[in-house]
Nanobody, 123 residues
Framework: VQLQASGGGLVQPGESLKLSCAAS????????MGWFRQAPGKEREFVAT????????AYVDSVKGRFTISRDNSKNTVYLRMNSLKPEDTAVYYC?????????????????WGQGTLVTVSS
């Protein structure tokens, strides 16, 4: 599975962005997917995960109520809608896939990673 993340950019606090992660491969619909981020000088951390069907999602506490993960299996794409962005959301965002229908919060559970897309929140 190859993953291509896109949609990052420079926004002001309070604004929104929608990240996309396009996946290759015919078995995308059977993969659990996740978004992670790495801020400057910090370790990469979990952001959100979604099951193969989209019926189960989970988020890190700091983004609950502001971020929404979703997927369109017909387009082999997973999304991360980010609202009310804050400067502390500034990071490189990575999408990841695991060959299991269930999403996980731990990085070690994911076998495939995209290249990352930079999100900068600054006034």
């Amino acid at each position: 599975v190859q993953l291509q993340a896109s949609g990052g950019g420079l926004v002001q606090p309070g604004e929104s962005l929608k990240l996309s992660c396009a996946a290759s491969g015919r078995t995308f619909s059977s993969y659990g997917m996740g978004w992670f981020r790495q801020a400057p000088g910090k370790e990469r951390e979990f952001v959100a995960t979604i099951s193969w069907s989209g019926s189960t999602t989970a988020y890190v506490d700091s983004v609950k109520g502001r971020f929404t993960i979703s997927r369109d299996n017909s387009k082999n794409t997973v999304y991360l809608r980010m609202n009310s962005l804050k400067p502390e959301d500034t990071a490189v965002y990575y999408c990841a896939a695991r060959s299991s229908s269930i999403g996980k919060m731990t990085q070690q559970a994911y076998e495939y990673w995209g290249q990352g897309t930079l999100v900068t929140v600054s006034s």
